[in-house]
């Protein structure tokens, strides 16, 4: 089968297309035909060894896809031949196979494309992590989002919409703002022309944000605290910028504010029960039309490693998928 390896932790044009043998699923897996893989920014970071998890090399990039099971391991009992299903698999998505654990895989929903199954749970289900379990979001409250038209940017404007939440995104181009305001964003700011904080007190009456979703880092973060309210929370969620920001914790005492770490890959495993629940609700929302991931295009897979460059270099709005 083709699928995209990495052989060395470098920059994303080392990944070559090559043709490897097919995995076989151990006892608890399942072999999945991938039919669509989301790209993520984790992918970009894992490649170049920068990311918090470093798989052992070679090793196919792509950690969430949707396809069609071809075997089921000895053991699983749930799934069979020709089921449609979505699947984490970490890394191996780029592919025309891939192996996937049975425990982490589940049935793509009635009415639902491969594309949508491949786009949904990893960033919606970080973002409902986030604004739900970290971020205590309640009804009425303010939310900012920043690196909003992004993967997890664009689910948590729509989440936080659904949590009734008035939603302000901000990123760094009228055309990207425009995207968030289709997806439901009340107001926007234009992080790249105007001042974060003054905007964000101006948009609140001066009385500041009470949750700030924060995916991207660097030279966002602190004027995104500064325009929190009292007892406001930041979510820090990952830091697609490059820079680690480092925060005065004055900031935090002054107004009573919280700087909440969101980790959804291991509260999945620390919260199992809190993991299914949520992803029902996420069901629950696409069955009624309230979330809807937005994929803005689709690459072969022979193109798989422009997708991922293409996420490196900010080019993307919403998701893309690559289609083996
Ligand atoms: N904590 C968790 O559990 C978790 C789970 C999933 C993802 N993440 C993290 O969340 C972050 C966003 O992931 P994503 O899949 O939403 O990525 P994405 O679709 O690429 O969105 C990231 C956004 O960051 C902004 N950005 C600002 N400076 C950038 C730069 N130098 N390079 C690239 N983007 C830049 C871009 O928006 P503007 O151009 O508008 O600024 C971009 O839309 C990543 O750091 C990822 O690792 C964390």
């Given amino acids: 089968?083709?699928?995209?390896?990495?052989?060395?932790?470098?920059?994303?044009?080392?990944?070559?297309?090559?043709?490897?043998?097919?995995?076989?699923?151990?006892?608890?897996?399942?072999?999945?035909?991938?039919?669509?893989?989301?790209?993520?920014?984790?992918?970009?970071?894992?490649?170049?060894?920068?990311?918090?998890v470093k798989p052992p090399l070679p090793f196919a990039p792509g950690a969430e896809i949707a396809g069609v099971v071809k075997v089921v391991g000895a053991e699983v009992k749930h799934f069979k031949a020709g089921d449609k299903v979505i699947a984490l698999t970490s890394t191996g998505g780029f592919a025309e196979f891939c192996v996937?654990?049975?425990?982490r895989t589940m049935p793509l929903p009635e009415g639902m494309d491969f594309d949508t199954g491949a786009a949904l749970v990893l960033t919606y289900a970080t973002s409902l992590h986030g604004l739900k379990d970290c971020g205590n979001l309640k009804a009425g409250e303010t939310l900012v989002v920043l690196g909003a038209a992004g993967g997890v940017g664009i689910a948590a404007i729509e989440i936080g919409k659904a949590m009734g939440a008035r939603v302000i995104a901000a990123?760094?181009?009228?055309d990207k703002l425009t995207l968030c305001k289709k997806v439901g964003a009340d107001e926007t700011v234009n992080y790249?022309?105007?001042?974060?904080?003054?905007r964000i007190n101006e948009l609140t009456g001066g009385k500041g944000a009470d949750v700030v979703y924060d995916p991207v880092g660097g030279p966002y973060?602190?004027?995104?605290?500064?325009?929190?309210?009292?007892?406001?929370?930041?979510?820090?969620?990952?830091?697609?910028?490059?820079?680690?920001?480092?925060?005065?914790?004055?900031?935090?005492?002054?107004k009573e504010r919280s700087i909440v770490g969101?980790?959804?890959?291991?509260?999945?495993?620390?919260?199992?029960?809190?993991?299914?629940?949520?992803?029902?609700?996420?069901?629950?929302?696409?069955a009624a039309g309230v979330i809807k991931p937005v994929v803005s295009q689709r690459y072969p897979l022979a193109e798989a490693r422009t997708a991922i460059a293409d996420i490196a270099a900010r080019k993307v709005k919403g998701k893309i998928v690559v289609v083996p």
């Avoid at 990123?171 to 009228?174: K, L, M, R, T, V």
Wanted: charged share 20%; glycine share 6%.
């Fill in 1 to 52: 089968m083709k699928a995209l390896i990495c052989e060395a932790y470098g920059p994303i044009d080392s990944l070559v297309l090559k043709d490897i043998p097919s995995p076989e699923p151990g006892p608890k897996q399942v072999l999945i035909e991938v039919k669509s893989a989301a790209v993520n920014f984790p992918d970009a970071l894992m490649v170049q060894g920068l990311y918090q």
């Fill in 100 to 103: 996937a654990d049975a425990m």
């Fill in 171 to 174: 990123a760094s181009s009228d």
């Fill in 192 to 198: 790249a022309t105007e001042n974060l904080k003054d």
């Fill in 221 to 254: 973060t602190e004027p995104a605290i500064r325009a929190l309210a009292w007892r406001g929370r930041l979510l820090v969620v990952g830091f697609a910028a490059g820079d680690i920001p480092k925060i005065p914790l004055n900031l935090a005492l002054l």
């Fill in 262 to 286: 969101v980790y959804w890959g291991d509260s999945t495993r620390h919260d199992p029960a809190g993991h299914l629940a949520n992803l029902k609700q996420l069901n629950d929302w696409f």
